[in-house]
């Protein structure tokens, strides 16, 4: 909604205002180099898919997006900010993630670039906490806790099978979402379990928030930092701490992961991830899960 997009963009300005960047590049997505042998080898690939799909709803389960995404960025010149929501926008076309075709739609997914995202985030947590997504009070202040160079909060919702969606909410805050398809807030899911192996139940994300501090990342060019950003929207993940043998963008800024080599745009493995992610059953149980979106990577890859 408006009034949230003008909540998020007045934490920008209390935490710094608009930083300039130079060096805007076309708003393409070529095709990455394909994995190699080494890259691919023993259990790369799984490991990759256990470290990018995080599962943390509350159905346990994967999530994406069903509803298209509507992005918009603040805190940098306009025409960078234009870039970096224009770039999310042709990498989740690029996969199959929904995006809405109104550019002058509702915003769902909200860009900050800031001197202090802590104070961005701090304000954000003080006037509206649904946005930091699915934490008791109790766990607030952790989850506002800014701890890598950019950031994401995630809201989930879970939708049973009559289409009826129930935002996930451990607070049990019993306000109504607002977003004008019926959402409503709770913690009991709006639908009930269906076996072991398949669930009458889907995961959505319904919002997220990504905040980059520019004083961390004002050494990687635009199109770098929007393609991280892009990964990060499109699948409910946490900025890793560690890299897998498969290359990430989202290795860029992990201290923890090879000097050299790293990989400066979105990846054939992200790629063939997001691609898997967002053609796969969610319903399923979250192994079985993982497992469709390793057959359909390999698959791309070439390698069934």
Known sequence: ??????????????????????????????????????????????????????????????????????????????????????RIRAVATSVGAPVQADTKCRVNLEILFTTDPQTAINEIAKRSPRLLGNYSRSELASAAAVTHPIQGWYVTATRGTSGTRMVDDSARITVLWGNGIGDVVGSVPACQPGSRLHNECNSDIVNVILIADTRKVAGYTIGSISDYLAVLALSMEQTPD???????????????????????????????????????????????????????????FGKR
């Open 1 to 86: 909604m408006r009034s949230r997009w003008l909540l998020v963009s007045a934490a920008v300005l209390a935490s710094g205002g608009a930083v300039a960047m130079t060096s805007l590049p076309q708003v393409t997505v070529q095709a990455p180099h394909p994995p190699t042998a080494a890259e691919l080898a023993g259990e790369s690939v799984p490991h990759f898919i256990l470290h990018h799909a995080t599962a943390p709803t509350a159905l346990g389960q994967l999530t994406r997006w069903r509803e298209g995404i509507c992005p918009a960025t603040a805190g940098l010149d306009p025409a960078f900010n234009a870039f970096v929501t224009a």
């Open 242 to 300: 560690e890299c897998d043998p498969l290359p990430s963008i989202l290795d860029l800024m992990t201290p923890n992961c090879r000097d050299t080599g790293k990989p400066t745009g979105v990846t054939a493995g992200d790629l063939a991830f997001l691609k898997g992610l967002y053609d796969t059953d969610l319903s399923a149980a979250p192994a079985l899960e993982r497992e469709d979106i390793y057959a359909q990577m390999m698959g791309q």
